[in-house]
């Protein structure tokens, strides 16, 4: 599509999100996706998908490491063109 921006999720720990796993399964495929960020309106959920996110990311190649920077770099360039 080419769409080179920040891609940003809606809150991932609705109830809508049970018929993909629960709100840590949505975040995981929502990153998967490419999503740069996800959204969470309960701290306790965003940490636990954090966590899970972090550990899927310690096991994962180079690949899916370089997807990360990429995402951070996204970020990164938003912030400071505010």
């Known amino acids: 599509l080419g769409f080179d921006g920040v891609s940003i999720t809606d809150a991932l720990e609705t109830a809508s999100t049970a018929a993909f796993g629960g709100p840590v399964s949505a975040a995981r495929g929502a990153a998967a996706a490419g999503a740069d960020l996800l959204l969470f309106g309960d701290l306790g959920t965003?940490?636990?998908?954090?966590?899970?996110?972090?550990?899927d990311?310690?096991?994962?190649?180079?690949?899916?490491?370089?997807?990360f920077e990429d995402s951070v770099a996204r970020v990164l360039t938003l912030r400071r063109a505010r």
């Open 46 to 55: 965003a940490v636990d998908a954090a966590s899970g996110l972090r550990a």
């Open 57 to 67: 990311l310690r096991s994962a190649g180079a690949n899916a490491r370089k997807r």
